[in-house]
């Protein structure tokens, strides 16, 4: 096949990259920066362009392009994860909808995040809460909630009758890349601040990099499926756990715990936020499931093995 990625530079980006060339497909990628190569093509991100025509006789498109979460949650830096969401998608779907040959299908990147904070039974697709509305946690919580939502609708309300379109609800996806988010909780491990955080009931929802890949080309394959699919693996746990496992695969001895104020001072010099560690997901891939997938890594355990050596 030939994949065209918007917004595929990133850590997901070169997931899906190397997974899908690994599997003997093509991939296009559309950045907003750097220079152009034979893969690599240039975008804004906005408006329609000479990119538009590599989207034209492609097999699919999957659009991951928007601002990282992984910042403080300003007003300037909500406003631009929302709008290089909305605006990006948006474009996407006009590329698509002008083109003679359409991909056959359009994946598109969502959010675990769109389901409320809970500490009771998980959400799948069909059961899950919509979250923005839950007591006692954050307004500003409500906003990623809010991108999720106009994500997924600007899909939706794109007008291509001869694409078929999957939004993907994706949690925290785990591969050993540098600067991703299991990088980043290995070397704080590693410095003895893998401990639970805030009591460290809140679920934590994954999936490791090599079932996502298989996922998006199960996806791709059955073409029968369309609509909102959870990617994340069978096997949620509790923050407190996923720091014991993590501590337990690196050797680290020491894990101290942090209370929720200092998760928020901690926060300020990683310069991210609090609702990435605070919020309780608790996510679980009900479609795919059913669908009849099966999980390599369904397990915290068995994927810190394999990242571990890695």
Known sequence: MKIVIPGGTGQVGK??????????????????????????????????GDWARALDGADAVINLAGRSVNCRYTAENMKAMMDSRVDSTRVVGEAIAQAENPPRTWLQMSTATIYAHTFGPAHDEATGVIGGQEPGVPDYWGYSVEIGQAWERTQAEAETPQTRKIALRTAMVMSPDSEGIFDVLRGLTRWGLGGSIAGGKQYVSWIHEHDLVRA?????????????????????????????????????????????????????????????????????????????FGFDYPDWEGALAELVAR
């Not at 997931?15 to 991939?27: I, P, Q, S, T």
């Not at 690196?250 to 010099?269: C, D, Q, S, Y």
Request: hydrophobic share 45%; aromatic share 8%.
């Open 15 to 48: 997931v899906l990259r190397r997974g899908l060339e690994a599997a003997g497909h093509e991939v296009i990628l559309l950045s907003r920066s750097g220079q152009e190569t034979g893969s690599v093509l240039y975008w804004d991100g906005r408006t329609l």
């Open 216 to 292: 998006v080309l199960f996806l791709l394959e059955q073409e029968e499926h369309e609509g909102v699919f959870n990617l994340a693996s069978p096997g949620p746990l509790s923050q407190r756990e996923f720091q014991a496992l993590l501590r337990q695969a690196t050797g680290a001895w020491i894990g101290l715990p942090a209370t929720r104020w200092m998760a928020t001072i901690g926060a300020v010099f990683m310069r991210t936020d609090t609702e990435l560690i605070l919020k309780s997901r608790r996510v679980v891939p009900g479609r795919l499931l059913e669908a009849g």
